[in-house]
């Protein structure tokens, strides 16, 4: 167990004051005398911990609170806010037309409820005058150094949600056939978008991305390609310009094949906020020219080789830039540093793309 976890674990049972608790898998195991691991028990109470955080965290008083309580229930683990992501929405729950609750969740509602009769639910509920609401969010990407390397970071991924009444559940022009179209129904009757309640925090996902990436499945060669894009990063001059969880988090994704094997995947997204510079490659040159194009480019990022990794995952930097700056550097130009000319012949012998 790393130091940090170690400490984490302390906290949990110093600091906060609680007992560890089991799920009722783990309990069944302690009873047929199996192994439970400390770090099992440590993640399910951290996640306990985080939702209830979120929980009691006004959206009202701005992110800066919501460091302040993680400052004090983790204060091993410095947390900042890296990337916020907005501008999304997902279907809420239920409202009657009165504006009282009838559901949170409208998939759940409608699997009980319609048991498959279309028909009687609209005859049941047609009247009711329901109202379906919509989850405005934003998505707060933080993070925590645990340790030197590019892959030593928690990722904390937590919601700010806001609920606002969105549309009729029924359509009279166009009845249901089926759940889904009422989940993602093709046309609507609009209602006054109207908050059903406070903006709230919700915690997603808390992930020790070393751990992560240690476990994660080499499926279409994914897993090598993004731990060779954070290995570049480090033996690069990008590394000395800060870490990379300051630059780039980690989009994570989990499901399990047609074949039943499960697939974890990571894709590098950019901190970055701003406009991303877009070199077309028919502008790709030699000389000091393209050397001013690249550090040009740079500057506008905030470090050294950010063209490198932009070329990895953004279609604003095309691929023909390394054989321009390959072959400027193999002839008479040196502009860039040694440890950078070595990352891009080693991607020059052995390309690869995230």
């Keep these: 167990m790393s130091d940090w976890k170690r400490r984490t674990v302390q906290s949990l049972q110093g600091n906060w004051n609680v007992k560890l608790t ?50 004090q229930t983790l204060p091993d683990l410095s947390f900042t806010v890296v990337l916020t992501r907005g501008g999304w929405h997902r279907v809420g729950g239920l409202m009657d037309k009165e504006g009282a609750r009838i559901s949170e969740n409208l998939v759940e509602w409608l699997e009980q409820n319609a048991d498959g009769d279309m028909a009687h639910l609209y005859t049941e509920y047609a009247e009711a005058g329901c109202i379906v609401t919509h989850l405005h969010g934003k998505t707060h990407y933080l993070v925590a150094r645990t340790g030197d390397g590019p892959g030593d970071f928690g990722e904390l991924g937590i919601e700010e949600l806001q609920e606002l009444t969105d549309h009729q559940l029924f359509n009279e022009d166009e009845l249901p056939d089926e759940i889904d179209d009422l989940i993602e129904p093709v046309s609507v009757t609009l209602v006054e978008q109207q908050p059903v309640a406070d903006p709230r925090y919700v915690f997603r996902r808390m992930t020790v991305i070393s751990d992560y990436l240690q476990k994660m499945s080499d499926k279409k060669n994914k897993a090598n390609a993004i731990k060779r894009f954070m290995e570049d990063w480090s033996r690069s001059s990008a590394g000395e310009y800060g870490a990379f969880s300051d630059h780039w988090v980690l989009g994570l994704r989990e499901y399990t094949d047609a074949y039943g094997q499960h697939v974890m995947l990571a894709q590098p997204v950019t901190t970055h906020t701003g406009e991303i510079p877009r070199l077309e490659k028919e502008q790709v040159c030699h000389g000091s020219t393209l050397a001013n194009m ?61």
């Design 22 to 71: 089991m799920t009722a898998a783990q309990t069944q195991r302690v009873e047929k005398n199996q192994t439970v691991e400390l770090t099992d028990l440590v993640t399910d109470k951290l996640g306990d911990r985080l939702d209830g955080i979120c929980n009691f965290t006004s959206v009202s008083a701005g992110n800066e609170h919501l460091l302040e309580n993680l400052s």
């Design 294 to 354: 690249i550090h040009g480019f740079d500057r506008d990022m905030g470090y050294p080789m950010a063209w490198y990794f932009y070329m990895l995952t953004h279609s604003n930097v095309p691929y023909q830039l390394v054989e321009a700056i390959h072959n400027d550097q193999m002839g008479a130009y040196d502009y860039l540093p040694a440890k950078d000319l070595k990352v891009l012949i080693d991607w020059y012998d052995k390309p690869y793309g995230i």
